[in-house]
């Protein structure tokens, strides 16, 4: 019996958990609960918000596209096409009701990071223009960007983003002094002063823009040859050479930029 109890409890556990474990309050300095912050697009679909309610996102780019990923973006030559994707991206997210999205990376990628995928590039410089890309592609669109700030960000990337932007609306669940501090439990508006952008704007090309990102980020990298090396969604650090892409949807086209048939289109980043 004891047991059967036990099972219970965890099942009921589970299920609260997988109901409520991504939806957070948004609570103002005065303690006043004034929207609702999502982790998953799923949850922002199924749920019932209040209209007075502001309504925010962290940003996962595998529920927007399974194959996409920072790294994949600082490939990208085109920094155009960063920001035509992000209001692209930001018209989608707007017509699901949502104001303001939490994203970015401002760390360097290291050769012995855990999830390179998750890095824009080594270089601070590269790192600022791609964020700063995606800040003006997100407010074009309508959506208020909001970026992750960490400890172990680099301070030239910091520097650099801020140089080109001004200022920009800062997220972290590490550092209080922040625009928007995330404890786990709830997310706290510091300042009580994150505007929502009242228009929304885009065409509505959100998957053929992302399929320019795959086109525009076959990376060549090396030059010693020992047979063909296709590297999918993976990093070479040596001299072989060899061909990062990051959808199997151009996987010929990596072939042939590995035979000579194609220029790679994205630049080396890590």
């Known amino acids: 019996m004891l047991l059967k109890r036990y099972w219970l409890m965890i099942s009921i556990m589970l299920i609260f958990s997988f109901t409520f474990g991504s939806i957070y309050d948004i609570i103002k300095e005065d303690n006043q609960i004034v929207g609702k912050f999502f982790h998953t697009l ?103 960007p909001v970026i992750i700030i960490t400890s172990k960000d680099d301070r030239n990337a910091t520097q650099s983003l801020l140089q080109k932007s001004g200022s920009f609306y800062t997220y972290s669940d590490q550092i209080k ?37 795959f086109n525009n980020s076959i990376v060549l990298t090396g030059w010693r040859e020992e047979g063909e090396n296709l590297l999918y969604r993976k990093i070479n650090t040596t001299d072989l050479k060899s061909v990062t892409y990051f959808s199997k949807s151009v996987e010929e086209s990596a072939r042939k930029v590995f035979s000579g048939e194609l220029q790679p289109t994205g630049n080396k980043n890590w």
């Open 42 to 144: 799923t949850d922002i679909e199924n749920a019932e918000i209040d209209p007075n309610y502001m309504v925010g996102y962290f940003l996962d780019l595998n529920e927007i596209d399974p194959e996409l990923c920072y790294l994949a973006l600082g490939a990208v030559r085109n920094f155009s096409l960063i920001q035509d994707f992000s209001r692209e991206l930001g018209y989608h997210l707007k017509n699901l009701g949502i104001d303001f999205v939490v994203f970015g990376n401002l760390m360097v990628l290291e050769e012995d990071a855990d999830d390179h995928l998750m890095y824009i590039g080594n270089s601070p410089y590269l790192i600022s223009e791609i964020i700063y890309r995606m800040i003006r592609g997100l407010e074009t669109s309508g959506i208020t």
């Open 177 to 213: 002094n922040v625009d928007l501090f995330f404890d786990g439990n709830n997310l706290y508006l510091q300042k009580n002063n994150l505007f929502s952008l009242p228009w929304n704007y885009g065409k509505g090309t959100l998957e053929e823009t992302i399929q320019e990102i």
